[in-house]
């Protein structure tokens, strides 16, 4: 399959990039101001650019939390515009698929005794600015989904990535991580736009995941405890 | 109370003011000059500059945002989605506790509200979809919600479409006025719409039920598409122009002047 990764420089776009290089056919984007070698610096603009960045391309796979550092004037502009920008390309173009990789953070100040579902309203911060961006990131996502311009499958990760501490209740692995973009790639189960919250079975798992088994079958006997 | 406005210099903020400047201390900012003639206090401002309008809102009580730009994608984006960032921003830097916000009745009740349903009201959770006014005006009014949750600053969401002059109800469109089309969504005399914010500005916070409250804003309209009655009851506005001739194909030239109905 023909990929897309955005925010390629970003930690979280490096983990799924190595999980997913020789299965599929990865395209990496970042900023100009951050791009390296192997990796397309694009604006996102709603210039020409973005439309020849997602030619040809399946689906994408969005860093939609923590995949910009920079002013709160930035990070702002990056999740509301430039995903506006990224999402009406990629409609246009005729991408099938919109994997936003969002956070479980959107929930932190829930209490951990909370049964939090997919159904539940996220309560994001108005201070941590990349926070107050992942929300904002999925509000254009789901306007998209909602008018069947693009299917958005929104994984929200635990965190920390591969914690061992035992307090670390809502941790995901990076092996988890992976799975769980590639089972999103293929799975048939899913609506137009779909919440799908994801972290690892450890004691006292602080979200559920029942969604993830069912819509991704192939994380089942991981996600089990 | 001095009040602070964005994007006072467009279509909107001319009336807002004319409303307002004999019974509060006005502040008018717009990316643009000031027109001529006007003799309030001004200062040259972007509504998406954050350090300015923090600067500008210091000592304020009220900022009332009235910044719009549709077309252009860039500009849009900076004006309605990061025009309401900054604001909030400033409100919570001066601890500032009422906000009033502005923008078309799409950002909330979107294309598919529109073409499906009807009595449709301020208190249903937006759908704008993905029209660019519609789009980047609901990210501004999110970006407000969430100050608001965080920070109880009280906001006031004020929702129109079309501003028509009272004495010929033509508006912005091209070609004069039309009388006797489709008039849903809405439509709203200038004098009114200035009115709405002057109500928003002075509404005691003990009428407003929640931190973040949104309105509707038309007179009373035959067509029940869309429910006015919150911004009535609540901010007790009341229209003084009923944009009657736009709808009614007997305004003018009554027959018989009525008098059959007697």
């Known amino acids: 399959m023909n990929l897309l990764i955005t925010s390629a420089v970003s930690d979280t776009a490096k983990l799924i990039a190595n999980g997913l290089s020789g299965k599929h056919n990865l395209r990496l984007t970042d900023l100009p101001e951050s791009a390296t070698a192997g990796i397309l610096a694009n604006k996102l603009d709603h210039e020409a650019e973005t439309d020849r960045l997602v030619a040809d391309i399946e689906a994408i796979v969005n860093i939609g939390f923590q995949g910009q550092t920079g002013s709160a004037t930035h990070i702002m502009d990056y999740h509301t515009r430039r995903m506006y920008n990224l999402l009406q390309a990629a409609s246009d173009a005729g991408v099938r698929r919109f994997i936003n990789i969002s956070t479980l953070r959107l929930f932190e100040d829930h209490e951990e005794n909370l049964a939090v579902t997919e159904r539940w309203r996220t309560d994001p911060s108005a201070e941590d600015t990349e926070l107050l961006g992942a929300h904002m990131a999925e509000y254009v996502c789901k306007e998209f989904a909602r008018d069947r311009l693009i299917q958005v499958v929104n994984l929200r990760l635990g965190w920390p990535f591969d914690g061992s501490e035992s307090d670390e209740t809502a941790t995901i692995s990076s092996e988890l991580i992976v799975a769980a973009v590639e089972e999103s790639l293929v799975s048939d189960e899913l609506a137009e736009w779909q919440d799908i919250h994801i972290q690892s079975a450890v004691e006292n798992q602080r979200f559920i995941t029942s969604t993830a088994a069912k819509l991704l079958p192939g994380l089942a006997e991981r996600l089990a405890r | ?236 506005w009341s229209p003084r122009y009923h944009v009657e001739g736009l709808w009614n194909k007997e305004f003018r030239t009554p027959p018989s002047n009525l008098h059959e109905a007697f």
């Not at chain 2, 602070?4 to 003011?17: K, T």
């Not at chain 2, 809102?57 to 910044?67: R, T, W």
């Not at chain 2, 502005?102 to 979809?129: C, I, R, T, V």
């Open chain 2, 1 to 236: 109370m001095k009040v602070l406005i964005l994007g006072g210099n467009g279509m909107l903020g001319p009336w807002a003011v004319k409303a307002m400047k004999s019974r509060h201390d006005i502040l008018l900012t717009d990316i643009n000059e000031p027109r001529p003639g006007y003799a309030g206090d001004y200062l040259k401002l972007s509504a998406d500059d954050v350090d300015g309008v923090v600067d500008a809102a210091e000592g304020m009580d009220v900022i009332v945002n009235l910044s719009v730009l549709r077309p252009h994608r860039q500009l849009a984006f900076d004006v309605n989605t990061m025009g309401n960032y900054a604001m909030m921003v400033a409100a919570r830097e001066h601890r500032i506790n009422r906000v009033i916000t502005s923008g078309p009745h799409y950002q909330m009740a979107g294309q598919q509200y529109e073409e499906w349903d009807f009595d449709l009201n301020p208190d249903m959770p937006p759908a704008p979809g993905t029209r660019l006014y519609a789009h980047t005006k609901a990210l501004g009014q999110e970006i407000c919600r969430v100050f608001s949750e965080r920070h109880g600053i009280q906001v006031i969401t004020l929702l129109y479409y079309n501003m028509k002059h009272s004495w010929d109800l033509s508006g912005m469109e091209p070609g004069g006025p039309e009388y006797h089309q489709d008039m849903t969504p809405y439509s709203t005399a200038w004098q009114d719409c200035g009115t709405a914010v002057q109500a928003a500005v002075e509404v005691p916070a003990e009428r407003l039920a929640t931190r973040c409250e949104t309105f509707f804003v038309f007179p009373d309209l035959p067509h029940r598409k869309f429910n006015n009655e919150k911004i009535k009851r609540v901010l007790g």
